[in-house]
């Protein structure tokens, strides 16, 4: 099993940016592909983006972060982190991690642990 803990939430205006980081603790984090969610309020969790496991070399975004969103892993302390740029009112959201064995995925029933998330709050 894997415990998950998010930090770097906040409040920004529009055009900043945020780092959130994930933490993980309680197995061999290199064999987890990792995952970024969102959930506004009223909506469902929506996929963000995914890292592959050990170096991280293949990474997938949701089509409105591209360019914007950068999803980079840091085995060495356990981590994995979402560095948010040009930061729009849309993508307030209570943002979440998740992990899963083996490939990275874009669904969200595809990750068994998560994190109890950390709110990003994006003024206009």
């Known amino acids: 099993q894997v415990q998950l803990v998010e930090s770097g939430g906040g409040l920004v205006q529009a055009g900043g940016s945020l780092r959130l980081s994930c933490a993980a603790s309680?197995?061999?984090?290199?064999?987890?592909?990792m995952g970024w969610f969102r959930q506004a309020p009223g909506k469902e969790h929506d996929f963000v983006a995914a890292?592959?496991?050990?170096?991280?070399?293949?990474?997938n975004y949701l089509d409105s972060v591209k360019g914007r969103f950068t999803i980079s892993r840091d085995n060495a302390k356990n981590t994995v982190y979402l560095q948010m740029n040009s930061l729009k009112p849309e993508d307030w959201a209570v943002y979440y991690c998740?992990?899963?064995?083996?490939?990275?995925?874009?669904?969200?029933?595809?990750?068994?642990?998560w994190g109890q998330g950390t709110q990003v709050t994006v003024s206009a």
């Open positions: 309680g197995a061999a984090f290199d064999n987890y592909a």
């Open positions: 998740a992990a899963r064995m083996r490939i990275m995925s874009r669904e969200r029933s595809a990750y068994a642990y």
């Open positions: 890292i592959s496991r050990n170096s991280g070399e293949y990474t």
